[in-house]
């Protein structure tokens, strides 16, 4: 079992950078594909990014590549989603999630966080 908790969300101007936390419990952490994905206001919830156990293969939406890159840190449980040049669209709650395969289908993660909300104004 793994318990995520997402942070670092907020309001920031379009534009404007922020960076995502998502810390880990459990000490299985490194045996985790990990996701991101966001869900906007009247909107299905939508892959954003993955990374794979080792770190070393990612994933990305076509909507943010480019502007947004998912990294971690096994050594403190850790998966970051930093994202640069927000654009109003971007506006959704961000959840991060883990799972045996970093694919882009919300189907293969099987434990998720309560979501962080970004809003980013124009």
């Known amino acids: 079992q793994v318990q995520l908790v997402e942070s670092g969300g907020g309001l920031v101007q379009a534009g404007g950078s922020l960076r995502l936390s998502c810390a880990a419990s459990?000490?299985?952490?490194?045996?985790?594909?990990m996701g991101w994905f966001r869900r906007a206001p009247g909107k299905e919830r939508e892959f954003v990014a993955s990374?794979?156990?080792?770190?070393?293969?990612?994933g990305y939406a076509d909507s943010v590549k480019g502007r947004f890159t998912i990294s971690r840190d096994n050594a403190k449980n850790t998966v970051y989603l930093q994202m640069n040049s927000l654009k109003p669209e971007d506006t959704a709650v961000y959840y991060c999630?883990?799972?045996?395969?970093?694919?882009?289908?919300?189907?293969?993660?099987?434990?998720w966080g309560q979501g962080t909300q970004v809003t980013v104004s124009s």
């Open positions: 999630a883990a799972g045996s395969l970093a694919l882009s289908i919300d189907s293969s993660y099987t434990h």
């Open positions: 990374i794979s156990r080792n770190g070393i293969s990612t």
């Open positions: 459990g000490r299985t952490f490194s045996s985790y594909a």
